[in-house]
């Protein structure tokens, strides 16, 4: 008997676990978050950029694909095309719509069951920022005391992150960016009035208004390892989780965690409710078994009860992984159930469930480099059709010349729409999969014993076992015979497991 047989056989005589005292909510669980690029989403008044009512106007699609919580990247105006470096924290880029879209997009996506989670990164502001402005024209200026500096009598700003200075960007010009004095009592107390502002925009202690959550950019405890903002965890964050949390105590706080690690310190120290699951991504992305069962062990290990980790194959600052060397329509599909049946909350990047293609390029050394990561979205089999957000057309550059997605290249809601086998319709077999199955969505987790390149993987909850088998090789392999007794759920029935095929069964 081979070492997966014995694991299961070993299932069979399990016995009932032993009664648990309670542990804290987890604001995420049984969430299926669809991580959107707004600007490249979906374009409702033609003018080439995708906007909020874009993205009202695509929650019947986003609900079809079991979608639960639709993240944005930032709204506030900026001059660079992804909006994370701010002009003004007030307000929201003209080009994505007015302050009224978003509460339409708030009002409709909640009718549908649906969260709204927005991303932040206030660490910093661009030149043109009021408080920065305001600072130059009068270093007495009170807002001269909310920024940092390395000469403030000669109008010096500190460095921004990663040592810049000055972000030269997509509209072909450059502009300063600094550091917010985080830890000022009165940097402090707006963020916290800021943050309340989205949460309950009128004030009537009500929040069917607001948003659901932040995910919260390039988070850290020491502001780029400088010495300069330390013990934010403790001084910045915590307290401001803690202020939101006692009017809306099921608010999402999700850190994006700097070094792109197990987030250990976040989950920890500070008061996230999620980090994202970096070491499962990129075992995932290598299919490798061996890397797999470790990531997953040790984040089972360091994510407490009440917080969770968000799975993910791809995001926005990576390139996407149906532009990996050597990927297959199969390996595609088992990422995405990856994705969809380990434990943690699964994270989408707009277009993934297509198969859309994009890497970096590193030729350019302005943000242009993430473009072909961050193209329109493909509703349509052709760029001519209504609501394409081709923001970015500008003949002669590699990033529209040689762009990813083409006319007629099968890559399309269009084209996939309930045609049977194809990707799209694979992921929505997914979330239905999840939705169905407690065990799955907050089931216990544990890695079985098995050959080299098969990973095997019981959850179990909610009174059923499931076990999960993803075949890591190009090689068929054959499933034991103890899970002759199950039900298929996933998976071509009772036959051999194809080259990077996933299957899943439950157990009676």
């Known amino acids: 008997?081979?070492?997966?047989?014995?694991?299961?056989?070993?299932?069979?005589?399990?016995?009932?676990?032993?009664?648990?005292?309670?542990v804290p909510a987890d604001v995420l669980e049984g969430e299926v978050v669809y991580h959107v690029f707004q600007r490249s989403f979906r374009d409702s008044n033609g003018d080439g950029h995708g906007d909020l009512e874009g993205v009202r106007q695509s929650l019947p699609y986003l609900r079809s694909l079991g979608v639960t919580a639709v993240l944005m990247t930032p709204l506030y105006p900026s001059r660079v095309y992804h909006n994370y470096f701010a002009t003004d924290f007030e307000g929201i880029d003209p080009r994505y719509g007015t302050r009224e879209d978003l509460q339409k997009l708030i009002a409709d996506a909640h009718a549908r069951g649906m969260k709204i989670y927005l991303d932040m990164e206030f660490q910093y502001l661009a030149e043109?920022?009021?408080?920065?402005?305001?600072?130059?024209?009068?270093?007495?200026?009170?807002y001269a005391d909310w920024m940092l500096w390395d000469d403030r009598a000669a109008g010096i700003a500190e460095e921004g992150p990663f040592g810049l200075r000055e972000i030269a960007h997509f509209g072909r010009d450059t502009h300063g960016v600094t550091t917010v004095a985080l830890k000022h009592p009165e940097v402090r107390a707006w963020f916290d009035r800021y943050l309340?502002?989205?949460?309950?925009?009128?004030?009537?202690?009500?929040?069917?208004?607001?948003?659901?959550?932040?995910?919260?950019?390039?988070?850290?405890?020491?502001?780029?390892?400088?010495?300069?903002?330390?013990?934010?965890?403790?001084?910045?964050?915590?307290?401001?989780?803690?202020?939101?949390?006692?009017?809306?105590?099921?608010?999402?706080?999700?850190?994006e965690q700097s070094d792109w690690q197990y987030g250990e310190d976040y989950l920890a120290r500070s008061d996230v409710s999620a980090v994202f699951a970096f070491p499962i991504h990129d075992a995932i992305r290598k299919?490798?078994?061996?890397?797999?069962?470790?990531?997953?062990?040790?984040?089972?290990?360091?994510?407490?009860?009440?917080?969770?980790?968000?799975?993910?194959?791809?995001?926005?600052?990576?390139?996407?992984?149906?532009?990996d060397p050597g990927i297959t329509p199969e390996k595609l599909r088992t990422a995405a159930a990856l994705m969809f049946l380990l434990r943690g909350t699964p994270i989408l990047y707009y277009g993934q469930e297509l198969g859309m293609r994009g890497a970096m390029d590193a030729g350019y050394p302005t943000d242009e480099n993430h473009i072909p990561v961050r193209e329109a979205f493909k509703w349509a089999s052709t760029d001519a059709a209504p609501g394409q957000a081709l923001w970015y057309r500008r003949p002669g550059e590699r990033y529209w010349d040689q762009r990813y997605a083409r006319d007629h290249d099968g890559v399309s809601v269009e084209e996939q729409?309930?045609?049977?086998?194809?990707?799209?319709?694979?992921?929505?077999?997914?979330?239905?999969?999840?939705?169905?199955?407690?065990?799955?969505?907050?089931?216990?987790?544990?890695?079985?014993?098995?050959?080299?390149?098969?990973?095997?993987?019981?959850?179990?909850?909610?009174?059923?076992?499931?076990?999960?088998l993803a075949n890591l090789t190009p090689a068929r392999f054959t499933p034991p015979a103890a899970l002759a007794q199950g039900t298929v759920l996933l998976g071509g029935p009772g036959g051999a497991l194809r080259a990077w095929q996933t299957a899943v069964y439950r157990l009676p």
């Open 1 to 22: 008997m081979n070492r997966l047989a014995c694991a299961l056989a070993a299932l069979t005589l399990a016995l009932p676990a032993a009664a648990q005292p309670p």
């Open 128 to 142: 043109g920022h009021p408080w920065w402005t305001a600072a130059l024209a009068d270093r007495n200026s009170p």
């Open 196 to 255: 309340m502002g989205w949460v309950d925009p009128d004030g009537d202690g009500r929040f069917d208004d607001g948003v659901d959550g932040f995910r919260l950019d390039h988070m850290m405890d020491d502001l780029d390892d400088k010495g300069l903002l330390t013990d934010l965890f403790r001084d910045f964050w915590n307290p401001a989780f803690a202020k939101l949390r006692a009017a809306r105590p099921d608010l999402a706080f999700i850190a």
């Open 287 to 323: 299919f490798d078994k061996a890397a797999l069962a470790q990531a997953m062990r040790r984040t089972a290990a360091i994510t407490p009860a009440g917080k969770t980790q968000l799975l993910f194959a791809e995001n926005h600052d990576v390139s996407r992984i149906a532009s």
């Open 417 to 468: 729409d309930g045609k049977q086998g194809s990707l799209l319709e694979h992921y929505r077999r997914l979330a239905a999969l999840r939705q169905a199955h407690p065990a799955l969505v907050s089931g216990a987790q544990r890695v079985l014993e098995s050959p080299a390149g098969l990973l095997a993987v019981e959850r179990s909850g909610g009174g059923e076992r499931l076990v999960i």
